[in-house]
């Protein structure tokens, strides 16, 4: 069984302005890695997914990603936010054994860029 | 190619009525989950499907709670007598195979109301 962990509920941030998502993840076995994206009363979308080679992940809309094995931590960063970026944010992981199918995720974060 | 495909997308329904939430799968897709949201929680596995089969259905509530996949047509997730606590957002994902890297697509979501 895997668990997820995200360390800001909410994160408010001025437009232009770096931010940080933490996510740290627990699991007896190896796993992937993904960061959904949900804008308000929309489904969720996925901004990138970690599955081997290079621990830094780039994804969609400037959004970037490190897995840090040792630290069990995977987390998400953009150098500089727009306004569109206010949405919430999940971590999940999913086991790599071929029938490991659900995703476990974190209770999100909550990004609100303000001008 | 359409995405995932869920409907209603807002359901209000009074105490002790049936919910029933569809989702119809990207094409070419034949394995369907279902995920739960609560207030300011994570998404929460309910039940895997493939045509017809239900393959994991640890996620959902032992009472009340049933899912289908038909041969034609799109998946049901059915809640009988609703009680306040059912309030959530519902969400669909589908994806052509199960489990590895495979990306699941998530549809819009149902957001059930029980007043």
């Known amino acids: 069984a895997q668990s997820v962990t995200q360390l800001d509920s909410q994160v408010p941030v001025f437009e232009e302005a770096p931010v940080e998502l933490r996510c740290n993840y627990s699991?007896?076995?190896?796993?992937?890695l993904f960061w959904y994206v949900q804008y308000p009363n929309q489904g969720l979308q996925l901004l990138l997914k970690?599955?081997?080679?290079?621990?830094l992940v780039k994804g969609i809309n400037g959004f970037e990603a490190e897995f840090n094995k040792s630290q069990t931590s995977f987390h998400l960063r953009k150098p500089s936010v727009h306004i569109s970026d206010t949405a919430e944010y999940f971590c999940?992981?999913?086991?790599?054994?071929?029938?490991?199918?659900?995703?476990?995720f974190g209770a999100g974060t909550t990004v609100t860029v303000r001008a | 190619n359409a995405g995932v495909m869920q409907n209603p997308r807002h359901l209000v329904r009074r105490r002790g009525q049936e919910a029933r939430l569809r989702c119809s799968p990207m094409?070419?897709?034949?394995?369907v989950y279902w995920y739960r949201q609560l207030p300011e929680e994570g998404l929460k596995f309910m039940v895997y499907l493939q045509k017809e089969n239900i393959i994991d259905e640890s996620g959902m509530p032992k009472e009340r709670f049933s899912a289908e996949f038909p041969k034609e047509g799109p998946s049901i997730l059915r809640i009988q007598q609703v009680v306040r606590g059912d309030s959530a957002a519902y969400f669909c994902?589908?994806?052509?195979?199960?489990?590895?890297?495979?990306?699941?697509?998530f549809g819009q979501g149902t957001r059930l109301t029980v007043v």
């Open positions: 999940a992981v999913r086991g790599t054994r071929s029938n490991d199918y659900k995703l476990s």
């Open positions: 994902a589908s994806s052509p195979s199960a489990g590895g890297g495979t990306e699941a697509f």
């Open positions: 699991s007896s076995v190896s796993v992937y």
């Open positions: 970690y599955l081997s080679g290079s621990t």
């Open positions: 094409k070419g897709h034949s394995h």
